[in-house]
Antibody, heavy 116, light 110 residues
Framework: EVQLVESGGGLVQPGGSLRLSCAAS????????MSWVRQAPGKGLEWVSG????????YYADSVKGRFTISRDNSENTLYLQMNSLRAEDTAVYYC?????????WGQGTLVTVSS | QTVVTQEPSFSVSPGGTVTLTCGLS?????????PSWFQQTPGQAPRTLIY???TRSSGVPDRFSGSILGNKAALTITAAQADDESDYYC??????????FGGGTKLTVL
């Protein structure tokens, strides 16, 4: 059974940093692209960042480019999102998703709140 | 800036058929955008229904189908049930690893 478990969310002050993790199991993690998708309170889904199976390149939405960094450790079956220079508008539930292109599974999400 | 458009809301009667659409602010949606559809109920994570235009994800009933209708991607739900009442999102692949989600459609079954 595919499982994606996000962690690392919490309350952070504006300008602060946070690192999210997504632990994957039930599939060959190293064979699939992964994405982070977020959902602000009461709002729709927003694709944030993606990384191919190899991890040799990364992709970002304009809203986070230069502030967020996606990475993966295929030996640990874990996806990461390093979030720096956080803003109030980054407040959201952050989901990791397995390969949207081929019918991705989603984790349950982790809440990030940016507030002073 | 590319905007993916969806109807904000839609309603369907139990047992009825509804078609939700996913368009582009500029241009037409084709299979090369690999349209995907997701269902989300309040407080829950999204669930993938359809990917690559018309492929159902594992466990998704065949009441859900995807297609291209005119210049938009479409999600058709037949024999609508009460528990189909959810938010539905589409996403389009823009190339270079980038996905864009639509704003979502709130479907009411009544």
């Amino acid at each position: 059974e595919v499982q994606l478990v996000e962690s690392g969310g919490g309350l952070v002050q504006p300008g602060g940093s946070l690192r999210l993790s997504c632990a994957a199991s039930g599939f060959t993690f190293s064979s699939y692209a992964m994405s982070w998708v977020r959902q602000a309170p009461g709002k729709g889904l927003e694709w944030v960042s993606g990384i191919p199976a190899s991890g040799d390149t990364t992709y970002y939405a304009d809203s986070v480019k230069g502030r967020f960094t996606i990475s993966r450790d295929n030996s640990e079956n874990t996806l990461y999102l390093q979030m720096n220079s956080l803003r109030a508008e980054d407040t959201a539930v952050y989901y990791c998703a397995k390969d949207i292109l081929t019918g991705g599974y989603w984790g349950q999400g982790t809440l990030v709140t940016v507030s002073s | 800036q590319t905007v993916v458009t969806q109807e904000p809301s839609f309603s369907v009667s139990p047992g009825g058929t509804v078609t939700l659409t996913c368009g582009l602010s500029s241009g037409s949606v084709s299979t090369t955008y690999y349209p995907s559809w997701f269902q989300q109920t309040p407080g829950q994570a999204p669930r993938t229904l359809i990917y690559s235009t018309n492929t159902r994800s594992s466990g998704v009933p065949d009441r859900f189908s995807g297609s291209i209708l005119g210049n938009k991607a479409a999600l058709t739900i037949t024999a609508a049930q009460a528990d189909d009442e959810s938010d539905y999102y589409c996403a389009l692949y823009m190339g270079s690893g980038i996905w864009v989600f639509g704003g979502g459609t709130k479907l009411t079954v009544l």
